[in-house]
Structures are given as C-alpha cells and as structure tokens.
Antibody, heavy 119, light 110 residues
Framework: QVQLVESGGGVVQPGGSLRLSCAAS????????MHWVRQAPGKGLEWVTF????????WYANSAKGRFIISRDDSRSTVYLQMNSLRPEDAAVYYC????????????WGQGTLVTVSS | QSALTQPASVSESPGQSITISCTGT?????????VSWYQQHPGKAPKLMIY???NRPSGVSNRFSGSKSGNTASLTISGLQAEDEADYYC??????????FGGGTKLTVL
C-alpha cells in the first residue's frame, strides 16, 4: 500500500532554514509527481509546491517562490522541501502528497510534520 | 492565487443530505475539470473523496457525489452519518500551474 512518511520538522528561528523529507513506498516513485501542502494551526490547507515525475517541472505558490526549493531523489524514493528565510507565517503542518498522474490531484497524503517558526 | 470560496460551516441531521459549494474563477474551477474534494478529520491527514469533479476513488462511499456548473463546484453527501462529520476542502488546478484550495467547510452532523 502507498505510504508517505514526512520528517525534518521542528522549531526554527525566523530567518532560519529547515529541510523536510518525505519517504515514499508502495508505488513506483519515479513515475509520479509529488506535492507539498501545508496547514497552519487551526487554518485551512495551502498548496506549496509540486515536482514532476522527471524532476524537470517545479511549480511554487507565490508564498514559497524564491525561498523554498523542492527536489527529489528517485534512488531513495524521497522528495525534499528546502525552506529558507523562514517567517512566522510559515509555521504549519507540512504534508507531502502523491500526484495522480493526468488528474492534477493529491491522491495519497502523509501524516505531516510540524514546523514551528519562533524566536 | 485567491482561495476558492466555501461556506464556513454546514449542519444537518443524520440521514439527510447536504451540499457544499466551492466557487472559483474562469482561471481555475471554470477552466478545468480538475476539481477535487478532501475530507479531514481532526488531527488526521486529508483524504481524497472526489476527483475530476465527479469521480469517486475506490473505497469511497457512493453517498458522496460531485458536480460543477461554470465557476462553481459542489459536493453532495446523502444519507448523512455521524462519521461524515469533518472538514471538507475543495481544490482546483489553475491556469498558472498552481493549485488553489477552498477555505474549508466544517460539517456538523446534528
């Protein structure tokens, strides 16, 4: 069965950096695009970024552009989110989600990792 | 990248039906049939309930259905059950190669 396990969350000071990881299993990782979606405490879902199956297309929400970088390592079946210049408003649970090819949706989600931005 | 518009909350009795609307623009909901709906229980990850406007993934009850007219998509849940009480989010792919979510609707089963 499909499993997505995020890690790397924690407490970081404003202006700091953090790298999140999402380890995938149960499907052919290299054949699917992957997303990061976040949810601030008590708030709704916000799409953050997407990477295509071949890694050549990377799309970002305006809130992430210029600060966040998505990447993937197919040999490790892992997608990463490098977050730089973190702001208090970036505090959220970050979910990775698998893209359903051809349908532009998130068909499987991980359990999320919590990022806290505070001094 | 403005959020899609959903009602903040809906409530109904068990056995009844509800419909949650999701209004976007001609650049997202109105432009593509890539509207999907997610159910989220407290403290849990979202779960895909409807994709491509009206398709149900395997394992999702046929009490859940979706539709779209113009810039507005809708999720209907019939025969409400206590376990349906959750937050529901719509999302759409957009013409800017991004995705936009609705603000979420809290469903209360009275």
């Amino acid at each position: 069965q499909v499993q997505l396990v995020e890690s790397g969350g924690g407490v970081v000071q404003p202006g700091g950096s953090l790298r999140l990881s999402c380890a995938a299993s149960g499907f052919t990782f290299s054949s699917y695009g992957m997303h990061w979606v976040r949810q601030a405490p008590g708030k709704g879902l916000e799409w953050v970024t997407f990477i295509s199956d071949d890694g050549n297309s990377k799309w970002y929400a305006n809130s992430a552009k210029g600060r966040f970088i998505i990447s993937r390592d197919d040999s490790r079946s892992t997608v990463y989110l490098q977050m730089n210049s973190l702001r208090p408003e970036d505090a959220a649970v970050y979910y990775c989600a698998k893209d359903l090819a051809g349908h532009y949706i998130f068909d499987y989600w991980g359990q999320g990792t919590l990022v806290t931005v505070s001094s | 990248q403005s959020a899609l518009t959903q009602p903040a909350s809906v409530s109904e009795s068990p056995g009844q039906s509800i419909t949650i609307s999701c209004t976007g623009t001609s650049s997202d909901v109105g432009a593509y049939n890539y509207v999907s709906w997610y159910q989220q229980h407290p403290g849990k990850a979202p779960k895909l309930m409807i994709y491509d406007v009206s398709n149900r993934p395997s394992g999702v009850s046929n009490r859940f259905s979706g539709s779209k007219s113009g810039n507005t998509a809708s999720l209907t849940i019939s025969g409400l059950q206590a376990e349906d009480e959750a937050d529901y989010y719509c999302t759409s792919y957009t013409s800017s190669n991004t995705w936009v979510f609705g603000g979420g609707t809290k469903l209360t089963v009275l």
